[in-house]
């Protein structure tokens, strides 16, 4: 049997294309479709289909160019309705020009765009397969029919339209793109052998090429997550090396083989499974490592596979053989400071401080591996002990000693020993006075966490950030109960164009906290009229019906 060239359904061929004919009868339902709020193109990633090539251009007369570039610049403003009206303009002017299936489809994906999707398939792309089938456009209106067949739920048609596309033209663009979407398909029904076969076709059939690289690509990605879901790490690889090289090869088998090793050893019934695939991952990161490191190429290649294994071992919850591999890396590629960080923190992860203490001790850089160790403790709510691990390292290390009295201040703050904070900051004051301003703001802030609020309102009002200063205030004012302090503050802030919103709607709640209910709803009002298409008038207008069961119009309803 031979197979037709064109697959799709033939119509007797009319005097004019369907769309014209119907145009009248479209109108009103395009100009409802005014009323719907138009969607960007949904075509982006299949854009070029659905342009007419430079060499076709050329072809044209001037007549048909000037008409086509009128109807193109309305399809890019997205003036749906305009652009539908141009493009049946040419298609009545000059229906034998080789711009004239071009016209149509875009025409065809106008009507998509309005919402019109019955109409663009029966009248537009069926219309461009049956009156130029010999065109580039009609492969794309095969695709694109297929697609829209799918955004509406006809499933089953649209499973028969792009294979067909796939089946009939599978050198042509529109044939990758067709696979995609069949990949969408059989993601919605399930179908995991469908999804499969279509990475396949992508990732090892189809050759690459500057439009459907993209396309590609993540088939790639999305076959070897599968495969190595499936704990079928060489078929994952296999994909990956169809779009990678190392050293990004390396990076990509680790982003797409990490979850499904924490999936399936996490839980019992898959754990012999996950330790499998792990086996086979680790095997291969040590194949790549480089036996020979007198270059720096190949130390980066080293360094790069063991640290990999190592954090693939983490993950696989082999907890004994982590630290092994860690020293190997120290032992063959050298240490390093962040390489040590890393392994410090693994043993945080595993609750183990005192390992990670240890490990960073042995920083080259002793007083930033000190500094890792005072920050521990505090991690640990060991207040005492990161006292005295700041207070070491502000003896030890007097070029940085600022440094290292902030964070003695700050972990006496979170310790709730604010007067002794506070003193830290004030030395700091004299110590390292061109960042006052920074010490004079954790000053007020200190005093602020400590409930010290007229003793915060003094320093605030010292700093020189506004608008923040005058909102600490202002917050300040009202935890004393001194709302009209704290409104004739918000009033000042407001000044401020881009905290005008939250300022008023501050006031709001100030008004309310002190029991002045109408103005409270007044100022409530005030934010959604003034402020409509700030968010901080949708939280006033859900307020206001919520608590005050009153309903306000937000302002920019036409825009």
């Not at 049946?88 to 002017?93: G, V």
């Not at 590629?333 to 042995?362: C, H, I, M």
């Not at 830290?424 to 010290?452: F, M, N, P």
Request: with cysteine; charged share 25%; net charge neutral.
């Amino acid at each position: 049997m031979i197979r037709s060239r064109h697959p799709f359904t033939i119509r007797p061929r009319k005097q004019v294309p369907p769309s014209v004919a119907r145009r009248s009868r479209n109108v009103l339902g395009i100009l409802l479709a005014i009323l719907v709020q138009s969607v960007s193109s949904s075509f982006v990633t299949a854009q070029d289909l659905h342009e007419l090539p430079l060499e076709k251009w050329k072809e044209l007369r001037e007549v048909e160019r000037y008409q086509l570039q009128i109807a193109d610049k309305y399809w890019q403003e997205q003036n749906w309705v305009t652009a539908a009206g141009e493009y049946e303009k040419f298609i009545e002017l000059y229906e034998s020009s080789i711009g004239a299936p071009y016209a149509q489809l875009r025409w065809s994906l106008v009507q998509v765009n309005l919402r019109q999707q019955n109409t663009a398939i029966r009248d537009g792309f069926q219309t461009v397969i049956d009156y130029w089938p010999d065109s580039a456009q009609a492969v794309a209106a095969g695709f694109y029919m297929g697609r829209t067949q799918r955004e509406i739920g006809r499933l089953k048609e649209a499973k028969v339209t792009l294979k067909r596309v796939v089946n009939d033209y599978p050198d042509e663009l529109a044939a990758v793109h067709a696979l995609s979407e069949l990949i969408e398909i059989a993601a919605i029904e399930q179908d995991t052998a469908a999804r499969v076969d279509a990475w396949r076709r992508l990732t090892f059939d189809i050759p690459r090429t500057r439009f459907n690289s993209g396309l590609c690509v993540r088939a790639s990605q999305q076959l070897a997550a599968h495969y190595f879901g499936e704990a079928a790490f060489d078929d994952g690889v296999r994909a990956l090396e169809t779009t990678f090289k190392q050293p990004q090869l390396t990076d990509q088998i680790m982003h797409a083989v990490r979850s499904p090793i924490h999936q399936l050893c996490s839980q019992a019934e898959s754990k012999a499974k996950g330790d499998a695939l792990a086996t086979q991952a680790v095997a291969w990161l040590k194949r790549q490592v480089p036996s020979e490191r007198t270059s720096d190429e190949a130390k980066q290649a080293a360094r790069r596979n063991l640290l990999a294994i190592a954090d693939l071992l983490a993950v696989a919850g082999r907890d004994e053989q982590v630290p092994t591999a860690y020293e190997d890396i120290l032992k063959n590629v050298g240490p390093d400071d962040e390489l040590l960080g890393r392994f410090a923190s693994w043993y945080k992860s595993k609750q183990n401080f005192d390992q990670a203490r240890a490990t960073y001790r042995r920083y080259a850089n002793k007083s930033e591996g000190e500094a890792s160790v005072a920050y521990s403790y505090r991690e640990q709510q060991n207040w005492t002990a990161a006292v005295e691990a700041y207070q070491q390292l502000i003896r030890r290390d007097a070029e940085q000693a600022s440094r290292w009295m902030a964070e003695l201040a700050m972990t006496l703050r979170s310790a709730g020993r604010w007067q002794e904070a506070i003193a830290q900051y004030e030395d700091l004051l004299s110590v390292d006075g061109a960042k006052a301003g920074q010490w004079r703001w954790e000053i007020a802030c200190t005093h602020r966490d400590a409930g010290q609020f007229k003793e915060a309102i003094g320093h605030f009002r010292q700093c020189e950030n506004f608008p923040e200063n005058y909102k600490q205030m202002a917050y300040c004012h009202r935890r004393l109960k001194q709302p009209a302090e704290a409104i004739i503050l918000y009033n000042q802030v407001a000044s401020d164009k881009a905290s005008a919103p939250w300022s008023m709607l501050q006031i709001a709640y100030t008004r309310e906290e002190a029991g002045q209910q109408e103005q409270a709803i007044q100022a409530f009002q005030v934010v959604c009229k003034r402020f409509p298409k700030d968010g901080h008038a949708s939280i006033a207008h859900a307020h206001l019906q919520q608590k005050y069961k009153i309903s306000v119009t937000l302002g920019g309803a036409n825009d």
